[in-house]
C-alpha cells in the first residue's frame, strides 16, 4: 500500500487529478447509462418479471382449484357409493326376509297339503276297507247261506225248494245278527 | 520498500499502481468542452473507463431483456438463472425491508442500482475490462444522488410538511438536546448518507484495483526484472493476486449488495411513522 | 540505501498515509464487534439468521464507511 501515496507525491506535484473531483464527462455517461438501465428494468425487465409471476401463481391456484375440485368430485362419488351400498344392503335384507317368510309359507302350505292329502287318503283307505267288508259281508252271507243248505240238504237228504231256502236262511241271519247285536 | 525504491536503477523499473490509471486518455469527443470545476472538460469525452461501463451496461441490457423474453411458467436453467438474481433483489430487499406494497413501488430504483453496481464492480475482475466502471467517482455520485432522491422523495410523499420535522426533531427528546440532536442528525442525514455511500462504493473499488495491480506488477518485475531470488518473491505475490482477484469478487457482489440494501434501508426509514 | 531513506522520508511525509493508518483502527475493531456479536445471536437462536445477516451487513456498511472516509481525507485534504 505504500508505494500508492509514494507515487502519488511523485505525480501530484505534476497535477495528476483528484479522483474525489468528478468529470463532467464522468457524471454525463453515468447519468445517461443510470437512466436507460432505470428505463429498460422499469419498462421492460420488471413487468415481464411480474408477468411472469402473476402467471405462475394463477397457475398454481388453478392446480389448487383443480385438486379441490377433484376432492370434492370424489367425495361426492364416494358418497354415492357409499348411499348405493347402504341401499343395497337394505335390499339384501329385504329379500333376505322376504325369502324367509315366504319359505315359512311355503313349508306351511305343503304341510297343510300333505295332512290334506293324508287325510283324503285315510278316507280312501277308510271307504274302501267298508266297500270291501260290505261286499265281504255280501258274499259270505250268500255263500253261508249256499253252504248252509248245502250241508242242511246233505243232512235231511232232501232238496228244498230255493224259496223256503231263503226264507229260512234269512231267518238264519236275522236271528244271527239279533245275537250278534245283544252280546 | 527499499527494494522495490531501489529497482528504479534496474533496466526495467517497477511500475507501481498511480491515480493517473482512473483517468486515461480521453480518446472520442475530445470537443467541444466545458469550463467544469476549475478545469476545461469535454462534454462528451469517452475514455476508456466510460467504454467500460458501456460494455457493462450493454451486457445488462442484453442478458436481462433476451433473458426475460420467453419466459415459461416452469423455468428452464437458463431462464432461472436471470429470474434468481432478480429474485434475490425483489424479495430478499425490496420486499422484505418495504413490504410488498411499498417494494413493488422503489423496486426498478432498487433493482437498477443492484445491478448497475454489481455489473461495474464485476468489470474490475474481468479480463482485458480489467477496471471497475465503479472505481472512477461518477457512477457512484450518481448512483448516491438517485439514493438521496429517492428516499427524500419517498418520505416528503408520505408526510408531505412532517418529513424534515421527523428527521431533524426526533420524538421523545426533551427540547434542550434538540441543540446537540438536530445538526448530529442533519449531518447523518442529509450530508453524510450520500457522501458515505459515493465513497464506500467507489473506494472499494478503487483500492481493489490498486491493490491487484500492485500485486501482479510486483509479480511481473519480480519474476523477469528482479533477478536472483525475487521469482520466489513472485510466486507469492502471484498468489497473493490471485487471492484478492477472488476476494474482489466477493466485494463486487457485497458493495452491490449493500448500496442496494442500505438505499433501500434510507427509504424505509424515511417511510416509517416515527422516528 | 541513500536513495532509499529520502523515499522513505518522502513518505512519512505524506500524513494522509498515517490517517488513513489511524482511520481504519476504529472500522476494523468496528466490524468485528458486529460481526462478532452477530455470530453470538446467530448461536443463540439461529432460527433468525437471515435477518441477522441483514442487519449485520448494513452494520458493517455504516461503520467501514468511516475507513473509507480515512483514505478519501487524503484526497480532499492534499488539494
Known sequence: MLTTPLFLAEEGAEGTPNPLLPAFYDILWSSVIFVVLLLIFWKVVLPRMQALLDERSAAIEGGIKKAEEAQAEAAAALETYTTQLAEARAEAARIKDQARTDAAKIEADLKARANDEAERITAQAHQRIEAERQAAFSSLRTEVGTLAIDLSEKVVGESMDDARSAAIVDRFLADLERDGATR | MSLLASAGSEPEPFHPPSISEFFPQVFLFQEPTIAWLGEEDPIFGINRIMLVRFIAAAVLILVFVLGTRRMRIIPTRAQSLVELPLGFVRDGIAYDLLGEKDGKRFLPIITTIFFMVLAMNLTGVIPFLNIAGTSVIGVPLVLALVSYVAFMWAGIKKHPGAFFKNALFPSGVPWFLYIIVTPIEFVSTFVLRPITLTLRLMMNLFVGHLLLVLFFAATHFFMFSAGGLFPLLGVGTLAFGFAFTAFELLVSVLQAYVFAILTTVYIQLALAEEH | ?79
Open chain 3, 1 to 79: 540505501m541513500d536513495n532509499a531513506t529520502t523515499i522513505l522520508a518522502e513518505i512519512n511525509g505524506n500524513i494522509g498515509t498515517v490517517g488513513y493508518g489511524l482511520a481504519a483502527i476504529g472500522p476494523a475493531i468496528g466490524v468485528g464487534i458486529v460481526v462478532g456479536k452477530t455470530i453470538e445471536s446467530v448461536a443463540r437462536q439461529p432460527e433468525l439468521q437471515g435477518r441477522l445477516t441483514v442487519l449485520m451487513f448494513i452494520g458493517i456498511a455504516f461503520t467501514e464507511a468511516l475507513a473509507f472516509i480515512g483514505i478519501a481525507t487524503y484526497f480532499f485534504m492534499t488539494n
